[in-house]
Every structure is written in C-alpha cells, then in structure tokens.
C-alpha cells in the first residue's frame, strides 16, 4: 500500500453547492493520506460554515487570493507538502477510489513523472473534450485528447514549474484558456514522462448543455487561448490548420442543420483559435 501523500489545489469563486460535492466525495476516498489546500477568490466569507464542517475529517488549508484560476493555482503551489499534487475544479467530484489508485500508480511507476486521466459526467460520457481511449505515454501532439486540469497528477518535484498567469479562466487577457495545457508542455520540454490512462476519471458535469449566448462567447475565449498556446509553444502549421479544419466542419453541418446557433458557436471556435495564433 502507498503512503504517497497527494496535494489537492482547488481554486473556487461564487460556488457553494457544487463545493459541498466535492467535499463530500472526498470524504468518501479509500485513501486518507492527503490535504486540501482551498484557494478562495470569493469577495465574502460564504466558504467559512462549508469548510468547518469538514476540517476534522481531514486536512483543510483555506487561502484567498486575487481572481484568477492560474493565479490562485500558483497561491496552492507554494503551500504544498504532499508528494503529488492535483488540480481539482470547484465542480467537480472524485470517484471513492481515485486518490487510492493515483498514489499505487505512482508507488508501481517510479520512473513516471504525472498521471493523466479523463473527465466524464454522471453517465460516464466525455464532459469536457474528446478522449483518446488508448493509455501510454503523452507528447506534443496527443496532449489534447490525453489531458484536462482536473484529472492530472503530477509529482511535486515539478512544484517550481507553475501556471502562466496571462492564460486561463479570470487572467484579465483575451486567453481564456491553455493554462493546464501549458503547464503539461512544459514538463514534457524538461524531460518529464506523463501517463496517460482512460480508465482513471474524474467526474465533471458537461462544459455545453446548449448553444447559449454564454457557450458562444466562451468558445471565442477558450479558442483564444488554445491558438496563444499553439503560438507560444511553436506546434508546426500543418497542425494549426487541423485544428482549424475541425470548426470548419462543424460550421458546414450546422448549416445543413439549419442550426444557426451552433453554426456561430463553431465560427467562434475558429475566430478564437486564429486570432491567438496570430498574437
């Protein structure tokens, strides 16, 4: 049995309910062995009566930090004592087994640097991106079909490597995205060997339940970043236009279905994608 200690950072802003869930599965794991470090972005002290309740069923660290999901990661990061650390969202929540079967993983892998993993909602369908159902090893070009912030776990040696404050959710920029994409890339640069393993999943609920005037604009933002991250860590033209491509299609089957509010939501997409490209 592992005795690898995990770190979890959960950086949170304006949600309560979805928190409590999350707590409460936490209570749930088969494994003991790990702290909570909170990073609290809310302007109130609405987390206070949540966090108390559970403060004795295991280790609680309450932070507060300026808004900004890569800003209050870096917050988590420096406060760390674990040998893992992960990057939970405020809305997601662990499977009874997933922090026992992460620290076995690393106990069994010495040699492995991060563990990745999928993120499904309730009825196990993909919640966040489409994922590669083969397991291996991650690199430059699979990273996007192998990884989400919400399922990776990375040793804590990599702790001096943090988040780029100008990309992600909150980061006061035009790039609303990348952070967690970034990160990964960066340990890959170093050397780093990240696994990848579709059966390890964290439960998230679906990022679009609709094509709304909030799913169209956070396309844009999320695009936005995705083609900053493409720019910055130099991926080959060939590979920008397959990502651009994609959209493209999306935007023709829209219009055969006569559905103008997907239709915009891909051109978003698309937009969002070229113009962090050409930043």
């Known amino acids: 049995m592992s005795n690898q200690k995990l770190s979890l950072i959960l950086a949170t802003v304006g949600r309560t309910e979805e928190l409590k869930k999350f707590l409460e599965h936490l209570h749930m794991q088969t494994y003991a062995n790990f702290e909570l470090i909170v990073v609290d972005q809310n302007d109130d ?7 108390k309740d559970y403060k004795e069923k295991f280790s609680i660290l309450h ?6 999901l890569s800003r209050a990661r870096n917050v988590g990061l420096r406060y760390v004592s674990g040998d893992i650390v992960a990057f939970p969202d405020d809305d997601c929540w662990y499977p009874p087994d997933l922090l026992e079967r992460v620290a076995n993983f ?6 492995v640097d991060g563990l990745t993993g999928r993120s499904v909602d309730e009825n196990l369908s993909p919640s966040t991106t489409r994922w590669d159902f083969s397991k291996g090893i991650i690199n430059r070009l699979n990273v996007f079909k192998r990884a989400t912030s919400i399922s990776m776990f990375i ?4 702790h001096d490597e943090c988040f780029d404050e100008t990309l992600g959710v909150g980061a006061g920029t035009p790039w609303g995205s990348g952070e967690e994409m970034d990160y990964i890339l960066r340990l890959l640069e170093k050397g780093q060997r990240i ?3 579709p059966n390890l999943f964290v439960y998230h609920p679906q990022v679009i339940r609709q094509f709304d005037a909030l799913a169209i604009q956070r396309a844009f933002d999320y695009s936005c970043g995705m083609g900053r991250l493409l720019r910055k860590h130099r ?3 060939w590979f920008v236009l397959y990502l651009c491509i994609r ?12 559905n103008y509010n997907r239709l915009i939501y891909h051109y978003n997409v ?10």
């Open 45 to 51: 002290d609405r987390l206070v009566p949540i966090l």
């Open 63 to 68: 932070l507060r930090s300026k808004k900004g």
């Open 106 to 111: 690393f106990e069994e892998h010495p040699g």
């Open 155 to 158: 040793k804590i040696y990599n």
């Open 195 to 197: 696994y990848y393993d």
């Open 235 to 237: 991926y080959p033209l």
């Open 247 to 258: 959209p493209i299609g999306g935007m023709l089957l829209s219009l055969l279905q006569c």
């Open 270 to 279: 698309l937009a969002g994608r070229v113009r962090g490209w050409l930043s």
